[in-house]
């Protein structure tokens, strides 16, 4: 049809025939069914691990997804995640896309932006476990998972670097973080990003957050977590199926009010993942974290990992860990994960 | 800048024919889209590539630096079936400009009214590999379908700023006859090779196949995005053995190792082919992806016949 636009010449045969109809999918039932995914997460562990018991299978953490544009003005994102007994909400809230100002809101239950990691969801993450830091400071391995608002905008730098910055509300209800008693007593959240694009190969992407709410010690008892995070990517992008790496690091610090005095507690973690081919990476990762109710514990630990991905779609990671749990017993241990994902296809990690 | 933006704005919605100082913000998925919205736009637009010209299309990382230029963006022009899906709904999402979200003006799929090929007449599965249910999303390497894509950049730049409709008319008018001038040459040069067996690295090049009346019989991968096999490598060989494939052509971003090995082993001709501007430096436009190409098979197929 576009052919009959008459063009000022004719065109050379041979000229094929556009298709009649736009290249739309096809009508169904379901057409405005959100996409849905579901990924898979089965975690073996070999070893002896007294402080953390994991079983030698489990199927834990999958996530089943649900996302779709809502209106005009929003889009909705679900994310339930799933045990072998037990669901939850691991995320679900509403994005207003459509506001001024390069404003953005997210409303509902989230994974809260403070640091890289734990705005992460499991099958992202370059390990099959999370970082010390995370059950250490942020009180659990589902790390800080919030229900509340947050809105964010972007701050142009000169250069064409992009800023964030993220202010976040919540209710302040997360296991040995944040327990809010009264309505008034909330928790609240501060991210500022920074990316820049070093060469067409390489960028950075750095953060700060701070963070601070009621931890239900005591009626007056506050916790102040603030942390820093550093991503550098090595992408060339003509061979970038093949060669990648990926360095990255975060220091957390938490302080925290309790009857028994205040604490301090200190953690961090370093990573770097190296893809040497189509599908093969390996990584290597240190850690070290004081827990934040009690800092005079430190546990410690340096993992090394082999990933295979057959497929975007299928993974398969071994991980040997080594942990060192209060500067006195140390665990051996050998962690086999495959995951795997069906239904629509979302976005590529970044 | 934002006074810039504020200006191009109310140009759109009151639709003044004044001169705008400001120019239409053109971000495409493909460097070969931002050339031909360049050839139609000339001084009115200003064009961003998110994929280099060398880069896997499928395989673009979704850098928070892409919203920055989406958030300023007046027009998004993509490839659609489902080729960004592994990075573009996250940074339109992200972009706070509602007016590149699918379904505004300031949205173009490229492939609406292109000649779309292998379009799935089955159920598919994953177990094809990484088939794309809406047809084979590489359809800009048949210059044809240019044709089609810079018309309909030419009409969806004269909504989005009617003041400029007789420059993207009389623009338009001068990259068609071009391209006209240079189908003629391309096919005169390529005519001797009707018929010619190839065989391609990815599902790359069947609108490009077809334009010039090649023939593909196979692939180095085994399916789409799954990397080569030992035992397809072998068939592949026998392949090109059996029926005396002259060339096999890998596009720049996959690894040369496989397709080396198999013309080692066969004769067959390993020759790089470029899908998109920018793939080298020598490829400066949309006209000359095809120049390029076109070159290089005549001289890989010296002395084959």
């Not at chain 1, 991905?309 to 495959?338: I, K, M």
């Not at chain 2, 800009?140 to 969806?156: C, M």
Request: glycine share 8%.
């Amino acid at each position: 049809m576009a052919q009959e636009a008459s063009p000022p010449q004719p065109a050379p045969a041979p000229t094929p025939s556009p298709t009649p109809a736009p290249a739309a999918p096809a009508q169904t039932a379901n057409y405005f069914n959100p996409a849905i995914s579901v990924i898979g997460n089965l975690l073996a562990v070999a070893g002896q691990n007294q402080v953390e018991n994991l079983p030698s299978f489990s199927l834990r953490e999958s996530e089943i997804g649900f996302q779709a544009v809502v209106d005009p003005y929003a889009r909705a994102d679900f994310f339930f995640s799933v045990g072998e007994n037990d669901i939850s909400v691991e995320e679900g809230y509403l994005t207003l896309t459509a506001l001024p100002w390069d404003l953005q809101m997210k409303l509902g239950r989230m994974r809260v932006a403070f640091g890289k990691v734990n705005t992460l969801h499991l099958h992202v993450l370059p390990w099959p476990d999370e970082p010390l830091p995370i059950p250490d400071i942020l009180g659990s391995e589902d790390g800080w998972i919030e229900t509340g608002g947050s809105i964010s905008r972007l701050i142009p730098l000169p250069g064409d670097v992009f800023s964030e910055l993220t202010l976040q509300v919540f209710r302040g209800d997360s296991p040995n973080l944040f327990a809010a008693s009264t309505h008034g007593g909330l928790a609240y959240n501060g991210h500022y990003r920074v990316f820049a694009d070093l060469s067409d190969s390489t960028n950075i992407d750095v953060g700060a957050s701070y963070a601070f709410g009621p931890n239900g010690t005591t009626t007056t008892a506050m916790t102040n977590l603030s942390g820093v995070d550093a991503v550098f990517r090595w992408k060339p992008l003509r061979t970038g199926l093949y060669r990648q790496l990926v360095l990255r690091g975060e220091l957390y610090h938490s302080n925290r009010e309790q009857p028994d005095g205040t604490q301090n507690a200190t953690g961090w973690y370093m990573s770097g993942e190296y893809q040497f081919a189509r599908r093969w990476w390996v990584g290597a990762r240190g850690e070290s974290s004081q827990v934040a109710v009690d800092a005079a514990i430190k546990n410690r630990g340096a993992a090394a990992t082999l990933t295979f991905n057959p497929s975007e779609f299928t993974q398969f990671r071994g991980e040997l860990r080594r942990r060192r749990y209060a500067d006195s017993y140390t665990a051996n241990e050998l962690l086999f994960q495959v995951q795997f994902a069906i239904g629509a296809h979302g976005a590529h990690p970044f | 800048m934002k006074s810039m933006r504020t200006v191009s704005v109310v140009l759109v919605l009151a639709g003044f024919a004044a001169s705008a100082q400001a120019k239409i913000r053109v971000v495409t998925s493909l460097a070969d889209f931002a050339s031909i919205a360049d050839a139609v736009g000339g001084d009115r637009v200003e064009t961003f590539a998110l994929a280099k010209g060398y880069q896997d299309p499928h395989f673009v990382d979704a850098k928070p630096s892409f919203i920055l230029k989406l958030s300023r963006a007046d027009l998004l022009i993509v490839a659609g079936l489902e080729l960004e899906i592994g990075y573009l709904p996250p940074l339109i999402d992200q972009s706070r400009n509602e007016k590149i979200h699918p379904g505004s003006p300031g949205y173009l799929d490229a492939s609406v009214g292109c000649d779309i090929l292998q379009r799935p007449t089955e159920v598919v599965t994953r177990a094809m590999g990484d088939v794309h249910p809406y047809g084979n999303p590489h359809y800009w390497t048949d210059p044809e379908n240019g044709r089609v894509i810079a018309r309909a950049i030419a009409a969806r730049l004269t909504e989005l700023d009617p003041a400029g409709k007789a420059v993207y008319e009389a623009n338009l008018a001068t990259f068609e006859t071009g391209l006209t001038a240079k189908e003629k040459e391309w096919q005169a040069r390529m005519a001797p090779f009707a018929g010619t067996k190839i065989v391609t690295f990815h599902e790359s090049w069947p609108n490009l196949a077809k334009y010039f009346r090649l023939e593909i019989v196979g692939t180095v991968e085994p399916k789409p995005g799954i990397p080569p096999s030992p035992s397809h490598t072998l068939e592949i060989i026998n392949l090109i053995s059996g029926d005396k494939v002259p060339v096999i052509l890998v596009e720049p971003y996959f690894d040369i190792k496989t397709p080396q090995y198999i013309g080692d082993k066969t004769g067959a001709v390993v020759l790089t082919f470029y899908p998109s501007v920018g793939g080298i430096p020598e490829i400066k436009d949309y006209i000359g992806v095809f120049d390029y190409d076109v070159n290089a098979f005549v001289n890989a197929m010296r002395g084959k016949k």
